[in-house]
């Protein structure tokens, strides 16, 4: 089976400007979540969807918005790109929205903000 | 929240040497994951851990689960190359979501 993909891989964006990131699931997996990663605070979640509902929410301001379409794949954008918006966004898919299933991960979309 | 405290930092060991990583939770662990990461890339799957006392190996990397302490050990023998990266520990919380720790760093000398 394929893995998660991500596109595009890189971005250079500017401040103000609105951002949208894509993320392919292995196939057959209907859960999607999306997180951060900066070297100062880390890997952190920003949000899950399973059959294109949103399960749950990081602590994350509202700029940052994803969503599932009915294939399981999944966006997320964020609006009025700000310099500390600059990270590592990462995507990974389970099969289902059980607990304990294994997540995998994409390569990451790596967006610069300037 | 569910916090993880990964310890060591860093770590640079000689080829061929053993290391061991640990990850220390805030609250009770009820699976608890590990992935290795290359800078800059997405995180590989390594073993996730269920029941207190369970202990998994892939190749020469084993991991341990101590339920009481709350604490899971990774341990690589005779390191090699390509055991160098960040390696993360992931527990779900109790709101279902994975969070991580901040990361090892292992760096692998010749």
């Known amino acids: 089976k394929a893995g998660v993909t991500q596109t595009p891989r890189y971005l250079i964006k500017t401040r103000g400007q609105q951002v949208t990131l894509s993320c392919s699931p292995i196939?057959?997996?209907?859960?999607v979540s999306w997180y951060q990663q900066t070297p100062g605070q880390g890997l952190q979640f920003l949000f899950e969807?399973?059959?294109?509902?949103?399960?749950n929410k990081g602590n994350f301001p509202g700029r940052f918005s994803g969503r599932q379409f009915s294939n399981s794949r999944s966006e997320m954008n964020v609006s009025t790109l700000e310099l500390g918006d600059s990270a590592l966004y990462l995507c990974?898919?389970?099969?289902?929205?059980?607990?304990?299933?294994?997540?995998?991960f994409g390569p990451g979309t790596r967006l610069t903000v300037l | 929240s569910q916090e993880l405290e990964q310890s060591p930092q860093s770590l640079i060991v000689q080829e061929g040497k053993n290391l061991t990583i640990n990850c220390t939770s805030s609250?009770?662990?009820?699976?608890l994951y590990w992935y290795k990461q290359k800078y800059g890339e997405g995180l590989i799957f390594l073993m996730m851990?269920?029941?207190?006392?369970e202990e998994k190996s892939h190749e020469k990397i084993t991991a341990k689960l101590d339920e009481k302490k709350q604490q899971s050990s990774l341990h690589i023998t005779a390191s090699q190359p390509s055991h160098a990266g960040i390696y993360l520990c992931?527990?779900?919380?109790?709101?279902?979501?994975?969070?991580f720790g901040a990361g090892t760093q292992v760096v692998v000398t010749p």
């Open positions: 990974a898919s389970r099969p289902g929205d059980g607990g304990l299933d294994t997540q995998y």
């Open positions: 196939s057959g997996h209907r859960s």
């Open positions: 969807y399973f059959s294109e509902t949103q399960r």
């Open positions: 609250k009770t662990l009820y699976g």
């Open positions: 851990l269920q029941k207190g006392g």
């Open positions: 992931g527990a779900v919380d109790s709101w279902g979501k994975l969070q």
